[in-house]
């Protein structure tokens, strides 16, 4: 396998360090309570000290560190080929609000920056959906048309300034991109100057909803709040049942460096080629850092490195002046009708709130749910509160719902028919990791780096499926509903809230501490 230079880790991550909060150690009352310091959490935060609320940010790691520090930031109202699709399901009013509520969120980041003196890295530029396949350029027309029908800046074209020739794209004026950790830390900044109270590696376990509500942490803590905001990226509390209508996927990230004239001016995405995103990035005087998407997958389907290496051998290919610096990965859900769930958590639900779904749009859409968000709970309407309620089922997302899952049900069951992954501890070669039969338990087991093997449950906390190896990122995945874990067992993301549970190996070997 071919190895390349550079960090496994986020460009945005290395070149915006924040400030540590604190853990919540003792109880705490405030308004609002917001779980989870993403994108979505920390502008519903944000949003709702300036509306005058007293406000709570509860993150179980590090602000604007997670799924947030790991996306490709592009801020847009072009979300692949979705308007003819929403105008289908939701007609032509709902792929209107959809329109203007992610367009107003381009404008709105522009406007805070420019308020708070933020410099994101902000740049406005045009978007491009294209395809070069001749065969999808229909396709691609009927895109453009319900774009301009849903009031955006769109047009069918065939030039781009790719530097590979395209069948047809549809371009989207106005569109922006930014460092997302620079804009997101300096909003941390002043919803603390405002009052507002920000805690870190402090992850909620428990919630009690009612009149107030009561949040327990991992730690024993309670937080009472009249109203509550899910903002997990995935929900970590199961009552709504959005597990059975949410499909994890992850997609690899390659970051290299480009002579500023080869910047190919834009941001780009094709769904063919199991998708390719490129974007550019400010990078030195000279330089631009190009940013290339794709190779989407599900948590725990393998193959991790290999996808990353045909990923960085795309981008050479198409980019051959190009010099490799970063790589990493992304993760985001989908809803099974690609609209995001942003309001009431659940048809009983008066207080709890969530945010969730973003399909892999999660700036326009994190911003959006803090505007919405902030509006539900302050008693504002906003014109699309109906599309993106919680609540709804439309007959459209029953064949979604069936496959999604019916691949969670394929790995729940069919997992569980394998005798195991490696037939003994010893196959497992240094570095790597497998699920192995273990005194008739399966058991995920790593092996370090100096040959030791770590042994913890091979079934995951949150509803019990059997988790794979990623071997690029070193990390237990469910296959399921998404969740990761450290080789250790410890949480990485959710929906679940509790650890790998810690196994001992034949000889007194186990997890390590």
Known sequence: MTRWPGSYESYWMETAEGPRHPGLTGDLEVDVAVVGGGVAGICTAWELARAGRSVALLEADRIAAGVTGYTTAKLSSQH???????????????????????????????????????????????????????????????????????????????????????????????????????????????????????????????????????????????????????????????????????????????????????????MYLTPEQNTRSVRTAPYGEDQRLLIVTGEKFKPGTGEVSERHERLAAWTQERFPYARITHRWAAQDNSTTDQVPYVGRFHPGARHVYVATGFGGWGMSNGVMSGRLLTA????????????????????REAPSLLKAQGSVLKHFVGDRLRASHVDSVEEIAPGSGAVVRIGGRRCAVYRDESGEAHAVSARCTHLGCLVHFNDAERAWECPCHGSRFDTDGAVIQGPAVRPLEPRVLPGGTGASD
């Open 80 to 266: 692949g080929l979705v308007y003819a699709q929403l105008r289908k399901s939701f007609g032509a009013e709902g792929a209107r609000r959809y329109a203007r509520s992610q367009q107003e969120a381009v404008e709105y980041v522009e406007r805070v920056a420019a308020e708070l003196g933020i410099d994101c890295d902000l740049e406005r530029l045009p978007g491009y959906a294209y395809v070069e396949s001749a065969e999808a350029v229909d396709r691609l027309r009927a895109e453009a048309d319900a774009a301009r029908e849903a009031g955006l800046p769109a047009s069918f074209v065939t030039d781009t300034g790719l530097p590979y020739p395209v069948a047809g794209a549809v371009r989207f004026e106005e569109q922006a991109q930014f460092h997302p950790r620079k804009y997101l830390l300096a909003l941390v900044a002043d919803l603390v100057g405002q009052g507002g109270k920000v805690y870190e590696r402090t992850r909620i376990v428990s919630l009690h909803e009612g009149e107030p509500c009561r949040l327990t942490t991992e730690g024993g803590a309670e937080v009472v709040a009249r109203d509550v905001v899910v903002a997990t990226h995935y929900p970590v509390f199961d009552r709504a049942l959005m597990f059975s209508r949410l499909e994890p996927h992850r997609e690899l990230v390659v970051a290299a460096t480009i002579p500023v004239d080869r910047d190919p001016g834009g």
């Open 376 to 395: 539900h709970i302050t008693g504002e309407e906003l014109p699309w509160a109906s599309l993106y309620d919680p609540r709804r089922l439309h007959p």
